[in-house]
């Protein structure tokens, strides 16, 4: 995508984020009577609203669907924007695509699982299908790939957790502990996976359906060991279907800021009902995943922590880890530099194309020999680097983005400025944004006082994160060992959606493209710098 086209759909989506909270209704199962609910929603979306989306759970498709054919045929409408999950039945996948799509005007299937962010930044998880623990090639399924698929680009996304999740399924075991609401009826399809996934990213909002009855759960709490530093409330709903007999509640309003602008106050804020969480972490990990993989008390992820430790070993001292130049990513005089990916070379700088960027202006500014960090840099150094911070804010200005300047020195070996161009629009709320993320973490952003450099702040040698504003604001941390400073903090804060609304891309590793779009980007680059280019 180009940048103009990525910057006029950031601006417009961000024209709509903060204007009001998002209104959503999210109903049962509707198995076929498509006219009873369409024209209910119709009436509450009159005296109520506007709803931005309704979100269907459970059996979408009944016996009959003849009612739908005639919105397929555009006879009948559909005034809500309208998400559905996948189907449960295998009679069912055929009445779907294969991939998330319309199925008629303003009618869209999600797909198998993911996250969804409206608009307004509200995030919804979603997982379609019953479980199985065979391989997941079916519509109607999935499994354990997928559900833990879906918990870590959850946990990746954003501090402060998902605003809604829905599921077909029952988390098994939801109605432990609520005293007060007791249900005289068995649940047939609740499931330990769904479960496990509800407790590991602690949605506000948990929507379910299948079971043909209405439940309200007390709020609760879900204590895990993720990055989360804190745990949100979680609020289940279990939803009847659509024109039921017994008269049961199946079309349910949420009224909803979205989570990441909501302060940590707001958030840790306690309710009279709330009681302790109906879910066991440790049991679950244990249950599902016992023989898929090794864990421990502490519920470790993909990798084996019972390795034997001896005595001897416990007491060894680390030996002192000697820089390599020849094999440094970013020296430019280095064997291991991917030299196609450079854009400009100064006197001792150079600017270059990220590596796995967020939008295809995503560049690096780094000093061209080897520097650990920007604090200390040489004055010659530093004064090169705010000529190429210059001439980028011209460029971008061409097409109405202006420049995200952040670096991190931590964990990486040489000095880079990561340089992410985002809508002009969006730059009004940003220092909000950042600092809420930062706190969503566990540490604070301090703000640099005009009259101070940041290397007059920091000291050098100890890690750090700091980010210049597009209105020039800089905020900056200092990194402790006992911080749980994420890698790609930066990254997560602009690709999130009220920025750039592509949280897909916080990790550079699932952005990486082939050799060949990545030349074709650069000279790209290369053409739209040349007027502004002080190194030609």
């Keep these: 995508m180009s940048l103009s086209v990525q910057a006029k759909l950031s601006t417009a989506s961000q024209q709509k984020q903060h204007d009001r909270k998002s209104k959503i209704l999210i109903c049962g199962d509707v198995e076929g009577k498509f006219n009873t609910l369409f024209n209910r929603v119709d009436v509450v979306n009159g005296k109520a609203g506007p709803f931005d989306l309704l979100l269907c759970v459970g059996n979408f498709f009944g016996v009959n669907n003849k009612e739908f054919e005639l919105y397929k045929a555009g006879i009948k409408k559909v005034n809500v924007p309208t998400y559905i999950l996948g189907p449960n039945k295998e009679e069912h996948v055929s009445l779907y695509p294969e991939d998330g799509s319309e199925l008629c005007n303003n009618v869209h299937y999600l797909g198998k699982r993911g996250l969804y962010t409206t608009s307004s930044g509200i995030k919804i998880a979603y997982i379609s299908g019953i479980f199985s623990n065979e391989s997941s090639n079916n519509l109607n399924t999935y499994n354990l790939e997928d559900i833990v698929y879906l918990k870590d680009v959850c946990t990746k996304v954003n501090a402060k957790g998902i605003d809604v999740l829905i599921t077909s399924q029952w988390p098994a075991g939801v109605m432990k502990y609520d005293d007060k609401y007791k249900l005289n009826t068995t649940i047939n399809l609740y499931s330990d996976v769904t479960a496990w ?213 931590y964990k990486t070996s040489h000095m880079q400025v990561q340089v992410v161009p985002i809508p002009t629009a969006a730059k009004k709320e940003i220092k909000e944004i950042f600092k809420d993320e930062a706190e969503g973490h566990g540490f604070k952003l301090e703000e640099l006082d005009d009259c101070n450099r940041i290397d007059q702040v920091l000291p050098k040698g100890p890690p750090y994160f700091y980010v210049e504003l597009p209105n020039g604001v800089i905020l900056y941390t200092k990194i402790h060992s006992s911080m749980n400073f994420p890698l790609n903090f930066g990254r997560q804060v602009v690709a999130s959606g009220a920025i750039l609304n592509l949280p897909e891309k916080i990790d550079w590793k699932d952005c990486e493209l082939k050799r060949e779009n990545e030349e074709r980007i650069v000279q790209s680059l290369r053409k739209a710098f040349e007027p502004f280019d002080f190194t030609m």
């Design 197 to 409: 996934l509800a407790a590991q990213i602690r949605p506000r909002y948990h929507a379910s359906g299948l079971e043909g009855l209405f439940y309200e759960r007390a709020p609760f709490r879900s204590h895990t060991d993720n990055n989360m530093q804190f745990e949100i409330v979680t609020r289940f709903l279990g939803l009847a279907r659509v024109d039921n007999p017994s008269k049961d509640k199946w079309l349910y309003a949420l009224h909803l800021t979205p989570v990441e602008k909501m302060s940590i106050q707001e958030l840790l804020e306690k309710t009279t009902d709330e009681t302790q969480s109906p879910f066991n972490i440790l049991e679950l990990e244990h249950k599902l995943f016992k023989n898929k993989r090794k864990t421990t008390e502490s519920v470790q992820y993909f990798y084996d922590m019972n390795v034997e430790q001896t005595e001897e070993k416990k007491y060894i001292k680390r030996k002192k880890i000697e820089f390599d130049q020849s094999k440094c990513w970013f020296c430019l005089a280095s064997p291991a530099v991917e030299k196609h990916l450079v854009i400009a070379v100064g006197n001792l700088v150079y600017l270059v194309l990220a590596k796995g960027g967020i939008v295809n202006y995503h560049v690096l500014i780094c000093p061209i020999e080897h520097h650990q960090c920007g604090i200390g840099l040489p004055e010659r150094v530093l004064a090169e680097i705010e000529k190429f911070k210059d001439a980028l804010r011209k460029l971008y200005k061409l097409e109405n983005m202006e420049p995200v300047f952040f670096e991190r020195n």
